[in-house]
């Protein structure tokens, strides 16, 4: 792991189809997908709604499989991959964030972070110190023992963040993450996100509608037809 990370993509999708039946008749969604996401790079994934977007996300996450097309991660493809290897891979390898937390309510900041690690199997020492690390480093070293409902919607959205780098992955998914915030709030969590490409050279993709956010991100990519385009 880690040699030569750079001379392969983090992720690659290769001629990713992806269909879905509703009713009678089968939709395309994604129709030939390729993409490479690098390490220590930002791409933002800017395409209308109903485009395929989380779709794109999904299976780039082993969240989903694709009908055709293979998915590799640090250049191993995972098709005949196990569902529990699978899930090893999702586990170290690959950090989500959704537009909504999704944290745990009757948990903790600092519980919801240690929880991915604690699920690898790590000693509970250990995760408690790199999960205060890692809420320090955004910004909430103060909100350590607050619950989901006492923390305000950026403040969530920063521990969900956290959680996704608990296991220090490969690369970071994120679905419209701050689709849900007014714009001061979603100008501090995507700073928290830029700040971990540039910290961690975690590999980043960005499902946004945020044009503004986008153009401060290294690359810009759209879903065309199914298949994906570089913008500029
Ligand atoms: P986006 O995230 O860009 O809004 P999605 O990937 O969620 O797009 O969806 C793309 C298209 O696929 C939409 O038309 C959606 O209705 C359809 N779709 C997504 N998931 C399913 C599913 N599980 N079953 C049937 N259709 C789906
Ligand atoms: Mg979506």
């Given at each position: 792991m880690g040699q030569g990370a750079d001379d392969v993509p983090v992720i690659y999708l290769h001629e990713i189809r992806?269909?879905?039946i509703q009713g009678e008749a089968p939709l395309t969604v994604l129709d030939g997908v390729k993409l490479a996401l690098w390490a220590g790079q930002s791409v933002a994934l800017v395409a209308p709604s109903g485009s395929g977007k989380s779709t794109l996300l999904h299976i780039a996450g082993l969240l989903?499989?694709?009908d055709e097309g293979e998915v590799y991660v640090a250049g191993a493809p995972t098709s005949q991959l196990t569902d529990g290897e699978r899930t090893n891979i999702r586990r170290t390898d690959i950090g989500f964030v959704y537009q909504s937390h999704r944290l745990l309510p009757e948990f903790t900041a600092l519980e919801n972070v240690m929880l991915p690690?604690?699920?690898r199997g790590l000693k509970r020492r250990e995760t408690i110190k790199r999960a205060t690390e890692i809420l320090s480093y955004l910004g909430l070293g103060e909100r350590v023992t607050h619950r989901p409902a006492e923390l305000s919607g950026g403040e969530q959205q920063r521990v969900a963040?956290?959680?996704?780098?608990a296991n220090a992955p490969r690369c970071l998914l994120a679905d419209?993450?701050?689709g849900n915030l007014?714009?001061?709030t979603a100008e501090h969590v995507f700073h928290a996100l830029m700040q971990l490409v540039k910290a961690t050279r975690v590999a980043m993709l960005i499902a946004t509608h945020n044009m503004e956010l986008?153009?401060?991100m290294?690359?810009?990519v759209s879903l065309v037809d199914g298949k994906v385009v570089e913008l500029d």
């Open positions: 992806r269909r879905y989903e499989s694709p690690q604690m699920i963040i956290a959680r996704a780098v419209e993450p701050t007014d714009p001061g986008a153009g401060r290294d690359r810009r």
